[in-house]
């Protein structure tokens, strides 16, 4: 499939759509742009403004790297596609964004990865560890949720959600990370700092456990408190990630 495959939406939906659709287009390719991607697996996902409660998803069978504002799907809640197209849907990952846009209000992004530093700490039994700057900054924000299988059953959808509580970054055990964001900002700069520091945990144990030295506590106390504020700079760094894409990876705004 070529990004000319599809027509574009813009003069077809609200600008406040066509804005979170070249948004989320954008974290598509991002994602793609630094090796994240996993074939045509794993969704990222953004709500439609309005009060219809829908969201838009990728189409199945399209990489990452090609993803378009146009070639996303438009589904209600129920995963039924509610725009003209000869697309579809991957039914696990709507099982997995579904739930989370349904149950928290501010998440208008969610970034689901499946990438190798990600699903190696995942399956770690301690999880992060306070090994990186990036993961003592993350520890207010970081929740945990068990392994189930492929995510097809609906009923998951509660249990993750109770696993999620108030934290906006999560590792799904044995499986991969995840983010969510009232901006496409926020959610990508949160996945960044959980992948890096992942991927911080995976090569500092390549030196074995005894080996590796945890940040001191009075040390992780003060990042946990720092790491609030990481938010901010979600707005200074969103700009310039749309700079890089339209460097190396153009065309995603079609």
């Known amino acids: ?16 759509e066509w804005k ?6 954008a974290l598509y390719r991002l994602v793609a742009l630094h090796g994240w991607d996993d074939m045509i697996f794993t969704h990222i996902s953004a709500r439609v403004p309005g009060p219809e409660h829908h969201f838009l998803i990728n189409p199945y069978g399209w990489y990452f790297d090609e993803i378009t504002a146009s070639c996303l799907v438009k589904v209600d809640l129920d995963g039924n596609i509610v725009q003209e197209t000869d697309s579809f849907i991957n039914p696990a990952g709507f099982t997995i964004h579904s739930a989370v846009h349904a149950a ?3 998440a208008h992004y969610v970034i689901h990865l499946h990438t190798v530093n990600g699903i190696g700490v995942a399956a ?20 945990y949720h068990g392994y189930e299988g492929l995510a097809l059953n609906h009923d998951e959808r509660e249990r ?17 990370t995840l ?11 949160g996945i960044f700092f959980l ?12 030196a074995g456990r005894d080996g590796v030295l945890m940040a001191p506590d009075a040390a992780q106390a003060v990042t946990k408190e720092q ?16 700079r890089q894409l339209d460097r190396k990876l153009p065309g995603y705004a079609a």
Do not use: Y
């Open 1 to 16: 499939m070529a990004d000319g495959a599809v027509t574009s939406l813009k003069s077809k939906v609200s600008e406040a």
């Open 20 to 25: 979170a659709r070249v948004d989320l287009a």
């Open 104 to 106: 928290c209000e501010e």
């Open 124 to 143: 770690q039994k301690d999880g992060l560890l306070p090994i990186s700057q990036n993961a003592c900054l993350l520890q207010n924000q970081l929740a």
């Open 160 to 176: 993750l959600i109770a696993d999620m509580g108030d934290k906006t970054l999560m590792l799904l055990r044995n499986h991969g």
């Open 179 to 189: 983010a969510v964001g009232k901006t496409a900002a926020e959610a990508w700069v």
């Open 195 to 206: 992948e890096r520091a992942c991927a911080q945990q995976v090569a500092a144990l390549s």
């Open 227 to 242: 790491g609030k504020g990481i938010g901010f700079v979600s707005a200074l760094a969103w700009p310039g990630a749309q």
